[in-house]
């Protein structure tokens, strides 16, 4: 056999061989639990929760949660079914580090899988008001991601490829299964049935700059965004649930000491949904929690979680209680969309 022949059949087996390679190492790593979720996204949170629901479809999916880490970490979804008396299932799809123009995004792909909503919550802290007009809007592919949790055809392996990450499977194949199972881990990524995460994490498990938070940047291009959301949700008559969340005394002590922009964001966000069919909850006025209520600059512990998730649904029931109905309905919304525009 000449060199040349050598050659080619050696490359021709490396071509081949290598993939085969990865794959059985991929099908290994899964079959012990130790392999992350391909990166959609490349944030742990969305592609692990992705994961979720291709091996565990929600059917009938009536609420959605839709928001940053505020969301994601801030809403029981059994709490808030029971509470508004809902048939179908809630979904939580908080990510952490979203901005106001990627929820919009975020909500409009899975709102066209998931047809059956008729509200969506955003649990909104003033982190999600920054970098609107640089950051990118479009943060996953919706047809690569839709196909994922189809859980058809392609199968995992061809995710895996196609979003190959060698290194960030080599540095978490030792971490996932802890992170899938724990609460007490920034990083968790251990959902409730519902997609909700909720965590308990020790102030020594925190590093003092997320303790501290990041500055206030309300960033213009944001709450046009916002409002582009209220309107997108108003003509298709689903509930829109605005709420900003309860805030860290401490963090809102050192980033903005004499509450100039916390009126400033709340006068903005007046603005921008006045004349559509959102409701507004402020539940960082109404309920005023205590330093010790949170986790780190933003997130609420597990049970205060829980007493924000029965305020909202108690709150909301007393807003759209009606003499022919208890809970918010698409046709309600539609109606007063329509309403507001006259």
């Known amino acids: 056999m000449s060199a040349a022949s050598k050659f080619l059949i050696g490359l021709l087996a ?6 085969l390679c990865l794959a059985v190492v991929f099908v290994g790593l899964d079959a012990f639990g130790m392999l992350k979720a391909p990166p959609f996204s490349n944030r742990l949170s969305f592609d692990e929760k992705l994961r979720v629901l291709r091996a565990d479809p929600p059917q009938n999916v009536e609420a959605l949660f839709a ?20 048939d179908g299932d809630v979904l939580n799809l908080g990510v952490q580090d979203l901005r106001v123009n990627q929820i919009r995004f975020l909500v409009s792909v899975f709102l066209d899988h998931f047809p059956t909503v008729e509200h969506v919550m955003m649990v909104s802290t003033l982190l999600d008001y920054k970098n609107c007009g640089s950051v990118e809007t ?25 979003y190959l990450d060698l290194q960030g499977t080599v540095k978490r194949m030792t971490q996932i299964g802890r992170l899938r199972n724990t609460i007490h881990d920034l990083e968790s990524v251990s959902f409730d049935p519902h997609g909700s995460l909720l965590l308990d994490v020790p102030r020594d498990g925190v590093i003092d700059r997320v303790w501290d938070g990041d500055p206030i940047t309300l960033d213009e291009p944001c709450y046009p965004s916002l409002r582009a959301l209220a309107d997108d949700l108003g003509e298709q008559g689903i509930n829109f649930i605005f709420v900003i969340a309860p805030m860290r005394p401490g963090y809102l002590a050192g980033r903005d000491p004499d509450g100039a922009l916390l009126a400033e964001h ?25 330093e010790e209520a949170f986790f780190d600059a933003y997130h609420l512990k597990r049970d205060k979680a829980q007493k924000l998730s029965r305020f909202l649904g108690e709150r909301i029931t007393t807003l759209t209680a009606g003499p022919e109905r208890s809970q918010p309905s698409r046709a309600a919304a539609a109606q007063a969309q329509a309403h507001r525009r006259n």
């Open 14 to 19: 490396g071509a081949v061989g290598l993939p």
């Open 67 to 86: 928001g940053s880490s505020t969301t994601l970490h801030g809403v029981d979804g059994e709490v808030l079914r029971t509470e508004l008396g809902l």
């Open 138 to 162: 479009a943060f996953f592919k919706p047809e690569d991601v839709i196909d994922y949790i189809h859980g058809g055809w392609p199968p995992d392996l061809y995710y895996y490829f196609r």
């Open 266 to 290: 709340r006068t903005r966000v007046r603005a921008a949904l006045s004349g559509t069919a959102a409701m507004v909850i402020d539940a960082h006025a109404a309920l005023e929690m205590p």
